[in-house]
């Protein structure tokens, strides 16, 4: 398969095999073939319709990946000769982009009447019909088709879209009565708020609706001053400070909430994170404990006040009391019990204690953190047997520790220093089967002989690349589902923000719909995280819905998305470089977001230093050019360019040359003159900056993601292993 992939060019493959591949292919998934309709547990006939359509049976949705220029024929032969629903959807569709090109009259030809066809978007069709107008400088027949909407459709979202247009203050304030979760009603108070600040209810309504939306804090600020707030209000106030990192204001605004276990917790904390009142901070950590003893904050709380304790043995006392008192919590208060007792030198209280952790509390996160302590030590001492038994427990008690696999993947390591093959090959199968999305699958790919490229060749290798095509949002009504599909993405947003109640407690069908939501405005960086935040969930039935959620491609998709294909494609064809590796290195350098700099000033997707820019600007002889670092085109000239470069440098080693592009050559070349590198695991392990570590292990983690999620051969090819349920052996067997 490595000549294979290494000649393959990288096409963008659209239509029935796109969607063969992206709704078929459970990639990594025990429940291969499961159908996405089943998943989502969808019944109305609409929904059913999508459901269909995710199994190929649209041709209209695949296309809003293509330009407006290339899709324009393609949809006026389905607008005329197509099967409904794809015929009205493509008429929509089609006179969307002529709208946006600003042909009214085509646009208004392929919409009137459409909304008798095509009822599920029937307001905003009439929406449509009056930009076309518009555009044609009908401004009578425009406002009659929004006010059509008004009559027709009041309790509809895209209502708020008329209302605002026409832009009556008694239309404004029905707005802001009835959907005050709308962006649009958003804007409304904004610009009410900038002729008159002093209107706290409106404030009230951002600090609730839109707390997630730039320049919020500064409502906040301004709010905060107003003197008749209640209870509630205060409440308001802090959840949005707190959801911004305002945690010191949020402190002094949940101070005047009501007093809630919630409430007292982050009044606390942002104290102490804050700083400046470590008293006032204990006090409210003690009224907690106090007021609300079987709460879950407490446990937290207990917690933080053994942090705060001076002289350490002094916390003792509230480790013990969330012991016996907040069993989901304890083995964290065991862990700071042994280490206090190391701390004091008291040696044989420590080891009953880090005893207890592992008997008592063995399927927790401390305990696999101390396993994989004494693993790596015992290991280090070449005691290769003996890391392999403390190494398994963290596998097969705690599967779902973010150490799982890296413990499957060096009991195959280490099984291999022993002699003994074929448990290492089992393992290495385990590893792969049970933890598919893990950097360590990949390793274990490379040591099974599989074709998916290592450190030294997976620069050369030019995979088949198969685009995804959007998932069915699991949560949201038909419409709003209808048009994210479609590529409305501002129509979307607006139907979705106006349904979406639930931003404090989402469910995680709401929370991964929002997280797709956030993809497909360009806001990468958190959608990238609403999404992978999942995983987090503390409920044992949230996390059994998580379980199920993550064995679909559509999850693993929409957390490694693929933004900037095609300026990717280019320069990395031109740099000879992998393109999935400088995907790979860009989700990690940015999220994908075009304009973030760091705090050294890296700026960009490939988080490029200006000075750097300027060097490689000189190098590659583009002094008469412009250079915009924040420009997608440019940042990847550049960025691919150094990568090459970094490539260059260590005989296109791409393992130096990533932790190059991060820590720089100079370290590099310390690593190597200091540390062992037979072994390219081994080297991994031991470089001495964890940032650096970490770095690499994530961008090639990044890479075999990408891989196996848009690479059909290798994706088919995990799928085979995740049907095998390899059983991980045990040491002496």
């Known amino acids: 398969m490595l000549k294979k992939l290494q000649q393959k060019p990288i096409p963008l493959i659209a239509g029935a095999a796109l969607f063969a591949f992206s709704a078929g292919a459970m990639v990594s998934a025990p429940q291969i073939g499961k159908s996405l309709g089943q998943w ?8 059913e319709q999508l459901s269909d359509a995710s199994k190929a049976n649209s041709s209209v949705f695949p296309l809003i990946s293509q330009s407006v220029p290339e899709r324009s024929a393609k949809l006026a032969e389905i607008s005329q000769n ?6 009205e959807r493509a008429r929509y569709l089609l006179a ?3 709208i946006d090109t600003k042909q009214g009259q085509k646009a208004l030809e392929l919409l009137t009447g459409l909304e008798k066809d095509y009822p599920v978007l029937a307001p905003y069709i009439l929406l449509k019909q009056a930009q076309a107008q518009d555009l044609l400088n009908q401004d009578g027949k425009a406002s009659d088709l929004r006010q059509q909407v008004l009559k027709q459709y009041p309790q509809e979202a895209a209502v708020v879209k008329a209302k605002y247009l026409i832009a009556q203050p008694k239309l404004h304030d029905s707005a802001i009565a009835q959907f005050p979760s709308n962006p649009l009603t958003w804007e409304i108070i904004r610009k009410r708020l900038q002729e008159n600040p002093n209107q706290p209810p409106l404030q009230l309504i951002l600090a609730k609706y839109a707390y997630n939306q730039p320049g919020i804090v500064g409502v906040l600020d301004q709010l905060v001053k107003q003197p008749n707030l209640k209870a509630a209000d205060w409440e308001t106030i802090g959840t949005a400070y707190w959801d911004n990192n305002q945690f010191t204001k949020a402190a002094t605004a949940y101070a005047n909430a009501p007093k809630t276990a919630r409430n007292l917790y982050r009044t606390a904390r942002g104290l102490q994170v804050g700083g400046k009142d470590r008293e006032k901070a204990i006090a409210t950590y003690n009224q907690l404990a106090e007021q609300f003893p079987e709460a879950r904050e407490t446990g937290t709380g207990l917690l933080r006040l053994a942090e705060m304790a001076n002289p350490r043995k002094n916390a003792l006392p509230y480790l013990d009391r969330v012991i016996v008192k907040f069993p989901e919590q304890a083995s964290q208060a065991v862990v700071k019990k042994a280490e206090i007792f190391q701390a004091l030198n008291d040696n044989k209280s420590a080891q009953q204690t880090w005893q207890q952790l592992i008997t008592q509390y063995s399927k927790s996160e401390e305990a696999a953190e101390y396993r994989w302590k004494i693993a790596q030590e015992k290991a280090k001492a070449r005691d ?8 398994t427990p963290i596998v097969t008690e705690n599967p779902n520790s973010i150490l799982a696999p890296r413990a499957g993947f060096w009991v195959g390591k280490w099984a291999n220093n022993l002699g003994k093959e074929q448990e290492a090959k089992t393992a290495y199968e385990y590893v792969i089967s049970n933890f598919p999305y893990s950097y360590y699958a990949w390793r274990s790919a490379n040591m099974l002989g599989l074709n998916v490229g290592d450190f030294k060749n997976v620069r050369q290798l030019k995979p088949e690349v198969v685009p995804h095509q959007r998932p069915i949002p699991p949560a949201g009504s038909d419409s709003f589902k ?18 979406y109640l639930n931003k404090q407690q989402p469910t995680i069908p709401e929370q991964f719909t929002e997280g797709l ?6 806001e990468n960086l958190s959608g990238i995280n609403l999404i992978s935040k999942l995983e987090d969930r503390e409920t044992p039935e949230e996390q059994a819905q998580y379980q199920e959620f993550s064995k679909q491609i559509t999850y693993w998709q929409a957390r490694y998305p693929f933004p900037y294909l095609r300026e990717i494609e280019k320069w990395s064809s031109d740099r000879q470089l992998n393109p999935l590796l400088v995907t790979a290195l860009m989700r990690q350098e940015s999220r994908f977001e075009p304009k973030i700099k760091s705090v050294a000033g890296a700026t960009g997707l490939m988080q490029v230093m200006p000075e750097t820019g300027k060097w490689i600007v000189s190098k590659i002889k583009l002094d008469n050019k412009t250079i915009d670092l924040e420009n997608p085109n440019d940042n990847i000239m550049l960025g691919t360019w150094y990568l090459d470069h970094t490539h260059e440098q260590y005989n296109n080693n791409s393992m130096l040359a990533i932790a190059s592009y991060n820590a720089g050559p100079g370290n ?13 695991d081994e080297f991994v392990e031991a470089i001495p900056f964890g940032e650096t570590k970490n770095y690499v292990r994530q961008v090639f983690g990044n890479y075999w993601n990408y891989l196996r999620l848009y690479n059909p051969e290798i994706s088919n090819l995990v799928a085979k292993y995740s049907t095998q349920h390899p059983r991980l052996p045990t040491a002496g067997e």
């Open 40 to 47: 989502l547990n969808l019944s109305s006939n609409q929904t």
């Open 82 to 87: 197509g099967r409904s629903p794809d015929r």
């Open 96 to 98: 969307s982009d002529y």
């Open 384 to 391: 290769y047997a003996t890391a392999w038994k403390w190494a």
């Open 482 to 499: 209808e048009l994210y599909l479609l590529g409305q993405d501002r129509d979307a947003w607006l139907q979705w923000e106006t349904e």
């Open 517 to 522: 939501m956030r993809l497909a405005r360009g």
């Open 668 to 680: 590099v070349s310390r690593w190597l003159q200091t540390i062992p590198n037979q072994d390219p």
